[in-house]
């Protein structure tokens, strides 16, 4: 019997959560606990991988298991080291540790014999024939496959040909190796799947030695098994392989101890995210084709582009957990992602000035040449995280739209006549404008109240309106960008117009000319999360250097709906 808390735990575990709990509650597989990340080394994560990283490593984490990284490397023709590596930064930099590194390259004898094996057993043929041939004999679901007429050729004879595809002296695509299943079954898969193709190319591993090359299929399960994987989670598109999963390993099993200490592959709904691609071949045909800065461009749902672009590890994971995993496909609102952001960077960030469309303030009343250091603190949410200082002065920097000349009522900020305060500074009082011959606005004319000072007692006086500000000669220029989505409409994937049209050209958005207080340039909290007070959350671009800033903004401080709701 389980008691009512014992329920309630299960309850918030998700559904491959419980499975697995099921699985070590009845001492399946020995009582033990292996998973596995399986990426394949053809390009950078993105933010759908965190989805299955999560899984993957998070359910080994929770219940007392292991989970093993293992390169997916079957293909040498898009694969490469570079991949290799980026993806092992990736995963520790998201927060997770995996027990080995093994790679698919390391069954390719194992493999191999195990090929041979089911070509001697009459359950494998070498097909001459090409893909076009071979895609038109599979017939539909309904409709029966035609038998290839390679399909009975003496088992001598495969033998020598699947020598020969190795040797080097065939063309890519002359032959293939396939299974001999069954060209009716209603599962697609088994109207015998190709399992070996020739690749002509070095493999980033294992060199020249093979010019043969296993299919997923046959690569996948059969690696799950050689190193005791318990639960082989993977994404619903894999939904219809599972069969095929199971037979070659029935296969390699040869029929001994079938239910237990076996792989067992179980699918989650895939992340798709509004306003973007998750296809690696998508995503590489942007960085080649210089539509992006690299695969870590901040526009970019890779990994590294979020980092870039001023993510948290924290902030991706808790999105992950905000949407969960359920057995149905779906799109995600980009919203949400940014909304978790928000929400792990307000305990993050360190609250700093900038002013992004700088005008010029004087308080008039302030003498010239006197300077005040003033406390601000790094972050109100965790007063832990201390304090710095911020120099005040005479001219000093404010926003552009801070000021209105004819104000609505509701404008709670710099109007002639009005008061506001200068953030952990003074309450000034606006008292006029210059302008140039055109009417822009050049100055700002202030006077300040010294019993006012942020932490005075003269500071208790209420005023509606507090804005942010750098002294002229204390702040650093810099330049900021402003990110938007990367494509204009909602689901990319699923427009018919090819994905490169759809790029919305105003993604970028680069402003000179903005200031930043020296804090916000070098910290010595290490901290990379930045907060500039009332615009959003901001992180230094790796092209940054100390004599041009470059800072990402990351996420506005509101969504642009909540912004419009509220005026
Ligand atoms: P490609 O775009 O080349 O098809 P892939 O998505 O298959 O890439 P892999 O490197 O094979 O990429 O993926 C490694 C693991 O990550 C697999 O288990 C896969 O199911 C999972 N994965 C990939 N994309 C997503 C996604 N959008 N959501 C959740 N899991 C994903
Ligand atoms: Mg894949």
């Avoid at 735990?9 to 491959?16: C, G, M, T, V």
């Avoid at 003496?154 to 190796?177: D, I, R, T, W, Y």
């Avoid at 190193?227 to 069969?243: A, D, K, Q, Y």
């Avoid at 750098?470 to 960008?481: D, I, M």
Wanted: proline share 6%.
């Amino acid at each position: 019997m389980t008691t009512p808390s014992e329920t309630s735990e299960k309850k918030s575990l998700n559904f491959i959560e419980q499975i697995v709990v099921s699985d070590l509650e009845k001492g399946k597989n020995g009582g033990r606990l292996q998973t596995r990340f399986p990426p394949e080394p053809n390009g950078y994560l993105h933010i759908g991988h965190a989805k299955a990283i999560c899984m993957d490593f998070g359910v080994a984490q929770k219940f007392g298991g292991v989970c093993n990284l293992r390169f997916d490397d079957t293909n040498p023709q898009k694969e490469d080291t570079e991949y290799v590596e980026s993806i092992k930064n990736d995963i520790e930099w998201l927060g997770f540790k995996w027990g080995n590194i093994y790679h698919a390259s390391d069954y390719f004898d194992q493999l191999w014999d195990f090929a041979v094996r089911l070509i001697r057993e009459g359950k494998a043929y070498v097909d001459e024939q090409t893909s076009e041939q071979i895609a038109e004999q599979k017939g539909t679901p309904t409709r029966p496959g035609v038998a290839s007429p390679y399909r009975d050729r003496p088992v001598e004879e495969s033998l020598a040909l699947f020598e020969k595809m190795n040797s080097g002296e065939l063309p890519e695509g002359s032959m293939v190796l396939r299974a001999k299943i069954d060209m009716a079954n209603p599962n697609m898969h088994f109207r015998d799947p190709i399992i070996y193709r020739i690749i002509n190319k070095e493999h980033h591993r294992t060199g020249s030695k093979w010019k043969v090359y296993p299919m997923y299929d046959f690569a996948h399960g059969q690696s799950d098994f050689f190193e005791g994987v318990t639960h082989s989670i993977c994404t619903l598109e894999f939904v219809p392989h599972r069969p095929l999963y199971d037979y070659f390993i029935d296969e390699l099993k040869e029929g001994k101890d079938l239910d237990d200490n076996r792989p067992h592959q179980f699918e989650f709904n895939r992340l798709e995210l509004t306003y973007t691609v998750m296809s690696k071949r998508k995503l590489l045909a942007l960085v080649q084709e210089g539509q992006v800065d690299g695969w870590d461009d901040p526009r970019m749902p890779t990994l590294c582009g979020l980092r870039r672009r001023g993510y948290s590890p924290e902030s991706i994971r808790k999105f992950v957990d905000m949407i969960g995993y359920t057995r149905f496909d779906a799109l995600n609102d980009y919203a949400m992602l940014e909304a978790a952001a928000r929400e792990d960077l307000n305990a993050r960030a360190l609250r700093v000035s900038a002013v992004l469309a700088p005008v010029k303030l004087i308080i008039t009343n302030y003498p010239e040449g006197q300077t005040e250091e003033m406390e601000a603190q790094n972050n109100p949410e965790r007063p832990e995280d201390g304090t710095h200082t911020v120099t005040f002065s005479r001219e000093l920097w404010i926003e552009r739209d801070d000021f209105m000349e004819d104000a609505p009522k509701k404008f709670f900020r710099m109007v002639p006549g009005k008061e506001v305060r200068l953030k952990n500074a003074y309450i000034v009082m606006c008292t006029g404008c210059k302008k140039d011959e055109n009417g822009n606005i050049t100055e700002i004319y202030a006077t300040y109240d010294p019993e006012s000072r942020s932490g005075l007692a003269g500071a208790n006086r209420k005023v509606k309106g507090t804005l942010h500000w750098l002294s002229c000669n204390h702040c650093l220029p810099a330049e900021v960008r402003i990110y938007d989505r990367l494509f204009t409409v909602e689901n990319p994937s699923a427009d018919e117009r090819d994905f490169r049209e759809l790029l919305n050209p105003e993604s970028l958005k680069v402003v000179k000319g903005c200031y930043v207080e020296p804090f916000a340039a070098h910290n010595d909290l290490n901290n990379p999360y930045l907060q500039f007070q009332r615009t959003g959350y901001f992180t230094l671009d790796k092209y940054s250097t100390p004599e041009h800033l470059v800072f990402n903004r990351t996420v506005a401080l509101k969504d642009n709906a909540f912004k419009r709701v509220n005026g």
